[in-house]
């Protein structure tokens, strides 16, 4: 077995603490660390039943059932996954171990709870304290080796002031030990400088957008947001609605930024936004193919960041309704204000979209102020939104154009 920590993460592999409370910036390597140390134990000590949780089961298995299958593969350990149990029982060579992957809006699977030995808390700010503690009582059997639960998370401050004053306050929860990381720590700074530079530089250029978030993901430091644009509702999508419209709005990304997808649903003056894609890696190809599997019609009228306009040939060559986003001077502003007028829900299950909606901030200026466009990060659906609402139903200015011929 060979696995790579960095050199910050690595002392933490032998940790034997109940709680690890791994607190950082944005690709810093907790997750990723997280999943190599369960791997660890697990071929090591055997026997093991761990848990990982997340808030939503359904985010489980784009992020940590991904990571956890893709570093048993890289290691070429056999394991059986099972898609309805949501469980993966590795074959290693002291014997089998079992992950078990829960969502709390699960109820009756945390009831089940029995026998887990470790579990990991993945992005923990989406956890209440009393989740938290639910968890910690759960893990009480004794396992083949000591019994830890490990905590990922950034440090936001609004989203989780209990994970500040539980781990981080003047009276820490007993026996918890904390790790504070940055994207300095993640060893792609040497194994793939590249991909290592494009991230750091996106968290660096925050420090003149945001400096809170600047401070949360690039610094790894608590702090608070502050400046949200949209309070939308998350709603079920109408049964049997008869819309006025339907049409998509896209966002194209490829490794540092995922591409986007949502489905704009109208009546009248109200929206309901559908979460369809939001994944990283796609080439044009596979993002067709996904909208193909996702049965989105070719006839759908979609509307994408005009930035890319070799990326929506490529999707009209394939036969989709792709068209640029309307742009122009200020139609960032424009675009925020005239959704702003109107009402719009979250459809239920759109993770991502919501996620991106609750951290969607106004820019601050040097003197915190907040300026007319929002921050450029972590909003691609939210562009997407925008390229579809504003692009579909504002009606565009008339405009009278004169030409000076023959001077
Ligand atoms: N030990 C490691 N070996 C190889 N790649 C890593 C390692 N740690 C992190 N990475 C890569 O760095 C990126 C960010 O890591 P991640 O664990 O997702 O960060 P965080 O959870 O702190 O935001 C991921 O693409 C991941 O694959
Ligand atoms: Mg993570």
Not at 95 to 123: C, H, N, Q, R
Not at 215 to 235: E, H, M, N, Y
């Amino acid at each position: 077995m060979e696995i790579v920590v960095s050199s910050s993460f690595e002392p933490l592999l032998w940790d034997e603490s109940p709680v690890l409370v791994m607190c950082g910036g944005r690709g810093s390597g907790k997750s990723e660390f997280a999943g190599r140390k369960l791997f660890v134990r697990g071929e090591k000590e055997a026997g093991h039943r761990f848990l990982v949780v997340r808030k939503i089961r359904r985010t489980c298995s784009d992020s940590v059932v991904f990571l956890i299958k893709r570093i048993l593969d890289e290691n070429g350990v056999s394991y059986d996954y099972n898609k309805t149990d949501h469980t993966i029982v590795a074959h290693g060579p002291a014997g089998p171990y079992e992950f078990v992957f829960v969502g709390l809006d699960d109820p009756e699977k945390i009831k089940s709870f029995t026998g887990m030995t470790s579990a990991w808390i993945e992005e923990a700010t989406e956890l209440t304290r009393d989740d938290f503690l639910k968890l910690d009582l759960c893990l009480r059997e004794p396992g083949p080796s000591y019994r830890q639960i490990m905590l990922t998370f950034n440090p936001q401050e609004v989203e989780a002031r209990w994970l500040k004053d539980a781990f981080f306050g003047a009276a820490p929860y007993p026996g918890a030990r904390v790790h504070n990381s940055t994207i300095d720590d993640n060893p792609l700074k040497r194994l793939d400088p590249k991909t290592w530079a494009a991230y750091a530089g996106k968290l660096d250029a925050l420090r003149d957008q945001d400096e809170a978030l600047w401070k949360i993901s690039r610094l790894g430091l608590w702090a608070a947001r502050s400046g949200q644009i949209f309070s939308w509702d998350v709603a079920d999508l109408p049964k049997d609605a008869k819309f006025d419209d339907v049409f998509l709005g896209g966002d194209f990304g490829y490794s540092v930024d995922p591409s986007g997808l949502v489905r704009i649903h109208r009546k009248a003056d109200e929206f309901w936004l559908e979460e369809l894609l939001y994944a990283k890696n796609l080439t044009n190809q596979d993002l067709s193919r996904e909208m193909e599997l996702l049965g989105v019609q070719r006839r759908e009228p979609s509307y994408w960041d005009s930035a890319e306009p070799k990326s929506i040939e490529e999707l009209r060559r394939l036969g989709w309704n792709a068209a640029p986003a309307q742009k122009g001077q200020d139609s960032v502003r424009a675009g925020i204000d005239f959704i702003k007028s109107k009402k719009v829900h979250i459809v239920t299950g759109s993770h991502n979209l919501k996620k991106e909606h609750d951290s969607y901030c106004w820019r601050k200026d040097r003197g915190g102020q907040p300026m007319s466009e929002p921050v450029a990060f972590d909003d691609h659906l939210m562009s997407a939104v925008r390229y579809g609402i504003f692009t579909r139903c504002a009606r565009p200015q008339s405009k009278i154009w004169t030409m000076r011929a023959g001077v």
